[in-house]
């Protein structure tokens, strides 16, 4: 079965660009979760969707972060304009409710750098 | 306070030894589930293995084990007969309650297996 699909892997961009960053979820999964990995601040929860609809996004930084979930197959996220400050690792994961267990997945992560 | 503390930021074992990664939480809440992830230098996050608070019976995954002290609140990772493909950061989490879906993250321990 195929896992959690993030694109791109790598991105290097220059500051006040647009970024958008993608997330293909684990199909059949319901929750969908955006996190960013810093080594100052580690894992940090910025967002999660549950059958597509925004849940909690109260660990999105500044308005310049925007994610979206048009459907239960594909998710992004977007930032405009990109700062230097931004650049981490962005983790998308999913998971399937199942209670307190509801384990979550994640991509392989896209790792931003903003010049 | 924390809610989640790995106190080994770093550790060295040899090859084919056991290893125990440390893990202590806080919480008041009953219901509660614990995780713990790999990550290797490659960046992506693994699964590794789940322990609920009502779980009779520590969790075991292959060659890793949880060793769940409930009184102590300690959820510790053992690895038997660690590999050299062991070596990565490893992380501890926590869910708070049955419909909470957001984890509260370790600040993780890297472990080093030494041929």
């Known amino acids: 079965d195929a896992g959690v699909i993030q694109s791109p892997r790598h991105e290097v961009t220059e500051m006040g660009q647009e970024v958008t960053l993608r997330c293909k979820p684990i199909?059949?999964?319901?929750?969908l979760f955006w996190y960013r990995q810093t080594m100052m601040r580690g894992l940090e929860l910025l967002i999660y969707?549950?059958?597509?609809?925004?849940?909690?996004d109260s660990g999105m930084p500044e308005d310049r972060f925007s994610a979206k979930m048009p459907n239960a197959s594909f998710s992004t996220l977007k930032i405009q304009p990109s700062e230097p400050r931004d650049s981490a690792v962005y983790f998308c994961a999913s998971s399937l409710w199942w209670g307190a267990k509801n384990i979550q997945y994640f991509g392989a992560g896209t790792r931003l750098s903003v010049l | 306070a924390q809610k989640i503390t790995q106190t080994q930021p770093g550790m060295f074992v040899q090859e084919k030894e056991a290893v125990t990664l440390d893990c202590t939480y806080d919480?008041?809440?009953?219901?509660?589930?614990l995780f713990w992830y790999k990550q290797p230098s490659s960046g992506e996050m693994i699964f590794l293995i789940y322990q609920g608070s009502y779980d009779q019976q520590n969790a075991t995954e292959g060659r890793y084990s949880l060793n769940f002290q409930k009184a102590r609140k300690s959820a510790n990772l053992v690895i038997s007969a660690s590999q050299l493909g062991d070596s990565a950061m490893y992380f501890c989490a926590m869910r708070e309650g049955d419909s909470n879906y957001q984890l509260i993250w370790g600040a993780g321990t890297k472990l080093i297996i030494k041929p």
């Open positions: 199909s059949g999964h319901d929750y």
């Open positions: 919480t008041s809440d009953p219901s509660y589930g």
């Open positions: 969707f549950n059958n597509n609809v925004p849940i909690d």
